[in-house]
């Protein structure tokens, strides 16, 4: 089988980790270190050693359905548990393999969130509103925390650009699929024809960053400080309050006057800058990788067109793995999101499979 020889190597190192755990001069930070790692392979395994059971079992009853001289009733009974276990084989195999999938190390990260209005004016952005929103919503139903971390409002109520935080358990795992040009159908507010129109709103998922896994030197930040104002121009703030932080070996630009404080704008602000250079990082190493799979659900590409949201016909189609639900008020609530991210889940471990052959 392909991947026993992976699950030898992987079956020596718990051994190796239990040894080190069980030794008399071990660090306090390498025994977290390395109970981490023994927890992430113990259901390796534990999913391993079911499928050997079960192949040992089959091996067993095999002899005895061979044996001439057993009772016949004996063979019937030892076909029959045979084809149940022959049935289970597929299964865990298929367990034992995803388990062995290289995890994305920022799975467990909180995320940056950043939605733009695209092509298609105040329609693109009011449609920059509804995503952001649905973002907000969906957080809400699988627990996390959001956070809004700057709004760039128009007149009429769209997002002209909005970010945002989310943190809780898996955030990045789920949330990474959903970079991307989302395209919307429908007849705007404004338009008295009654014309179907399309728009498009685009979607960053960064992975948030912390100082160990990406560090900033001072000397290369150029920090501005201005009066923050708000649509039109009219004044919101006395003070030079508003800041834009300018990373000068990238030019990267993030711009943050949501809060009174100059020191909480910068605060946030870092945060993004943080989250974008980081994302930057991880599309430089994606490249280097001559093996890494480019698809449209991995590259979280902002110029790929990922999913349309045609409101005439209430349907929503994502064009990576060609999904279509049909219930438009439940998508913008959130509470469909989750087949969509199911099935690329699904559609991403397939293709990773096929990767290792």
């Known amino acids: 089988m392909k991947f026993d020889q992976r699950l030898d190597k992987i079956s020596e190192r718990c051994i190796e980790i239990t040894g080190q755990l069980n030794g008399p001069s071990i660090s306090a930070d390498d025994r977290v270190r390395l109970s981490k790692e023994y927890a992430e392979l113990s259901p390796i395994m534990a999913a391993a050693g079911e499928l050997r059971r079960v192949r040992d079992e089959m091996g067993e009853l095999a002899k005895l359905i061979a044996d001439p001289d057993s009772d016949q009733d004996f063979r019937e009974l030892a076909e029959s548990e045979f084809l149940a276990l022959k049935q289970d084989e597929p299964k865990l195999e298929r367990r034992v393999e995803l388990l062995l999938l290289p995890r994305d190390r920022d799975d467990d990260k909180n995320v940056i969130i950043e939605v733009r209005a695209g092509t298609g004016g105040e329609e693109a952005a009011l449609f920059a509103a509804d995503l952001f929103r649905m973002y907000q919503r969906y957080s809400e139903i699988h627990v996390w925390r959001f956070e809004a971390l700057h709004v760039s409002e128009t007149g009429l109520g769209g997002f002209k650009e909005a970010t945002a935080s989310i943190a809780g358990r898996g955030v990045f795992a789920r949330m990474k699929f959903e970079s ?116 449209q659900v991995g590259s979280g590409d902002r110029s790929e067109r990922v999913r349309t949201y045609n409101f005439p016909q209430g349907r929503i189609t994502d064009h990576r793995i060609n999904v279509s639900e049909f219930d438009m008020d439940k998508m913008l609530r959130g509470e469909l999101l989750d087949p969509f991210v199911d099935a690329l889940l699904a559609n991403d471990q397939v293709n990773r499979l096929a990767e290792l052959g």
Do not use: C
């Open 180 to 295: 991307g040009v989302h395209r919307v159908q429908r007849v705007p507010k404004t338009e008295a024809s009654g014309r179907i129109h399309t728009s498009a709103a685009t979607v960053a998922v960064l992975p948030e960053a912390e100082e160990v896994d990406i560090h900033i030197d001072d000397k290369d930040l150029r920090i501005d400080v201005f009066r923050a104002s708000g649509p039109g121009g009219q004044s919101v703030n006395t003070t030079d309050s508003a800041v834009r932080i300018t990373h000068l070996p990238t030019g990267t630009v993030v711009s943050q006057q949501d809060e009174k404080s100059q020191h909480k704008n910068r605060a946030k602000g870092m945060r993004i800058m943080r989250a974008r250079l980081y994302e930057q990082k991880r599309a430089a190493q994606a490249e280097e990788r001559a093996e890494a799979r480019r698809s």
